[in-house]
């Protein structure tokens, strides 16, 4: 479903979603004064959006290394036809898999993970190898978390022209 395929996705529904995207938990009336919506309708366009899978959750987001997750890695996975699906089977066991996405080009998989310490990294990638060729990166900083999606179902930054460039 493109963003512009239903009827929900006018100003009203990328308002909406704006202000979701910003704070999930305005109360129904806030939300409806903030998008121009009666309270009614704007819980029945939520409700559509959920049921139509455009909303799919509402969330809490949680800083890892308050948990003790003091480290944060990308971990690229190369395998073969026999340790394929034995592999996707294995990280959905892993506690210090965040994220999973399945890749084109040379790596099979790209795994988000992240660790107490050094040594509990190289513990999980020992516990990778014999479902292939682990590479890994560590995360020095992150100056881009979780950006908003851009609502418009336009990006407004490709073809600007950038400093630096003729």
């Known amino acids: 479903m493109t963003m512009d395929s239903t009827a929900l996705m006018d100003i009203f529904g990328r308002n909406l979603l704006k202000e979701l995207q910003d704070n999930s938990r305005l109360s129904i009336a806030e939300l ?18 959920e049921e139509l899978g455009i909303i799919r959750d509402y969330t809490v987001e949680i800083d890892r290394e308050a948990l003790g997750l003091e480290v944060l890695a990308f971990v690229r996975m190369t395998c073969d036809g026999q340790h394929y699906f034995r592999l996707i089977e294995f ?25 107490t310490s050094m040594g509990g990294l190289e513990a999980l990638i020992e516990a990778l190898l014999p479902y292939g060729n682990p590479v890994t990166s560590v995360v020095l900083s992150t100056p881009i978390e979780r950006r908003k999606y851009a609502v418009t179902g336009k990006l407004t930054s490709v073809g600007k022209k950038r400093p630096g460039r003729r």
Request: hydrophobic share 35%; with cysteine; glycine share 6%.
């Open 32 to 49: 409806a004064r903030r998008v121009g919506l009666s309270p009614t309708a704007t819980a029945e366009r939520m409700k559509q959006m």
């Open 91 to 115: 990280v959905q066991t892993l506690e210090e898999v965040r994220e999973c996405h399945h890749l084109t080009g040379g790596d099979a998989f790209l795994l988000k993970v992240t660790t």
